[in-house]
């Protein structure tokens, strides 16, 4: 079957750690997005890439990191950096061109101890 | 300024009614598309709709349509007959520069449904 899978579902991380966020996709998408959403509120996005070994920055984008050397894997770092990471965190992919829908994973709830 | 807004914090319809929800947006982009996505509280984001700029009639899926009204920027999301499973979050979108690839989609803040027996 067809789709995106992210883990882990949900991940603890003590202050001060870097934690990395897993996403894999096997809809040959070329477009991966990762979205950051807080409790009552909309997404908001942290990186996109459009193709492999290329990335942009979102609105969000201090205190992450990403990588993209496979088209089918997009994962997120969220480093030491980020001063408010308890959040839960979701990603898409999509084909490139005029029209896109983004496909999402099941996301990963991370919380700070 | 926001690009996309969703006025209605929360809505409440009984089973078998219509409800609209309100999504108002912003931008100087003339193509772009409009998406609405519902999210249960499981968490994960399930597409309904997609409205593009330049579509002439307005967008219809099963029991969802989008009223898309372009001179006024908006593009309400009308669920017919409601069921007790579209109790859940519904999201606006927009994605503008639709002739360019891979740009992400803007999220409005999100209308809770809560649909009763």
């Known amino acids: 079957d067809g789709g995106i899978t992210q883990s882990p579902k949900y991940l603890f991380r003590k202050e001060g750690q870097n934690v990395t966020l897993s996403c894999e996709q096997n809809?040959?998408?070329?477009?991966m997005y990762w979205y950051r959403q807080d409790p009552g509120q909309g997404l908001r996005l942290i990186y996109y890439?459009?193709?492999?070994?290329?990335?942009q920055k979102g609105d969000i984008a201090e205190g992450y990191s990403v990588s993209r050397e496979k088209k089918e894997s997009f994962p997120l770092t969220v480093t030491s950096a980020q001063k408010n990471p308890t959040a839960f965190y979701l990603c898409?992919?999509?084909?490139?061109?005029?029209?896109?829908?983004?496909?999402f994973g099941p996301g990963t709830r991370l919380t700070v101890l | 300024a926001q690009k996309i807004t969703q006025t209605q914090p929360g809505m409440f319809v009984q089973e078998k009614e219509a409800v609209t929800l309100d999504c108002t947006y912003d931008?100087?982009?003339?193509?772009?598309?409009l998406f609405w996505y519902k999210q249960p509280s499981s968490g994960e984001m399930i597409f309904l709709i997609y409205?593009?700029?330049?579509?002439?009639q307005n967008a219809t899926e099963g029991r969802y349509s989008l009223n898309f009204q372009k001179a006024r920027k908006s593009a309400n999301l009308v669920i017919s007959a409601s069921q007790l499973g579209d109790s859940a979050m519904y999201f606006c979108?927009?994605?503008?520069?639709?002739?360019?690839?891979?740009?992400?989609?803007?999220f409005g803040k999100g209308t809770t449904l809560s649909v009763s027996s």
């Open positions: 898409a992919s999509a084909y490139s061109g005029a029209y896109n829908e983004q496909f």
């Open positions: 809809l040959n998408h070329d477009a």
């Open positions: 890439s459009q193709i492999v070994n290329d990335f």
């Open positions: 931008t100087s982009d003339p193509s772009y598309g």
């Open positions: 409205q593009g700029s330049y579509d002439q």
């Open positions: 979108a927009m994605r503008e520069g639709l002739g360019q690839a891979g740009t992400a989609l803007i």
